[in-house]
């Protein structure tokens, strides 16, 4: 089991912009933080997005937090909140419902029609809110767990994987070729459940390595996705592309 991180407050000061409104109202990702240890929250994963140009300044911090509550496994994962934030004015304060898949270590953020998110603008923020959208977020991750257990009793087809592999290739401009998206990595993942399925692909498309098309044409390697920013775009897209499969 991958330890639980318990990082300082200080590794994520703030840093204030300048030429925001004046009813915006910076929240700090280190007091947010605070609020969340408070309420038993630890952070397990932590990045900062910077802007190209060479500015010091952050503009965007990705926290993968855990609930004490929640440090067990159901169905093989552990349900987790990805908290973003900005000081720069670029985003709200949004809290995602996230799952840790234990046997591979990835993480990976759950998203549908019935699955709870949060976005809180910068002008009415307040520690209450802050609490209250993270246990309604946390809850929203615990049960879309258990509906993990719909997707192990999903069995599909290979025509319908290799459907889903070519959609998730398009994710990444359709370079990838989709076979080599459900190369399987665990004997674990073999069968052609709807969850095996999807985690074949998330892990391969993210992880890269596998057999790609460069831009002029050539055959070659995927590199996998680093960013978290791109990470959480491409595990949203999945998680959409599978309820379809449903």
Request: charged share 30%.
């Given at each position: ?57 952050v503009v965007k911090h990705f926290l993968r937090m855990r609930h004490e509550s929640h440090m067990g496994a159901l169905n093989g994962t552990i349900p987790e ?93 359709g370079k990838i070729d989709p076979k080599a998206l459900l190369t399987c990595r665990r004997d674990e993942d073999k069968e052609n459940t709807l969850w095996n ?18 831009p002029n044409g050539r055959r070659t390697r995927t590199l996998g996705i680093k960013a978290m920013g791109s990470t959480v775009k491409t595990n949203l897209k ?9």
């Amino acid at each position: 089991m991958t330890e639980v991180l318990d990082l300082p407050v200080s590794a994520l000061d703030a840093l204030k912009y300048e030429k925001l409104s004046d009813r915006y109202q910076v929240i700090e990702t280190k007091d947010v933080l605070e609020i969340m240890r408070e309420q038993g929250f630890r952070v397990t994963q932590a990045n900062t997005l910077k802007p190209r140009k060479r500015d010091p300044r952050v503009v965007k911090h990705f926290l993968r937090m855990r609930h004490e509550s929640h440090m067990g496994a159901l169905n093989g994962t552990i349900p987790e909140i990805l908290l973003i934030n900005s000081h720069d004015g670029s985003t709200s304060l949004r809290m995602e419902a996230g799952l840790f898949r234990m046997v591979c270590s990835n993480g990976l953020i759950v998203k549908s029609q019935d699955i709870y998110s949060s976005r809180t603008r910068h002008i009415d923020v307040t520690e209450e809110r802050v609490v209250t959208e993270a246990m309604k977020v946390i809850k929203a991750a615990s049960e879309s767990a258990r509906r993990v257990e719909i997707f192990m009793g999903k069995v599909i087809t290979d025509v319908d994987a290799l459907q889903f592999a070519k959609e998730a290739s398009d994710i990444r401009g359709g370079k990838i070729d989709p076979k080599a998206l459900l190369t399987c990595r665990r004997d674990e993942d073999k069968e052609n459940t709807l969850w095996n399925v999807f985690n074949r692909v998330q892990e391969n498309l993210i992880r890269g390595g596998v057999e790609g098309v460069s831009p002029n044409g050539r055959r070659t390697r995927t590199l996998g996705i680093k960013a978290m920013g791109s990470t959480v775009k491409t595990n949203l897209k999945l998680w959409d592309l599978a309820e379809n499969y449903l």
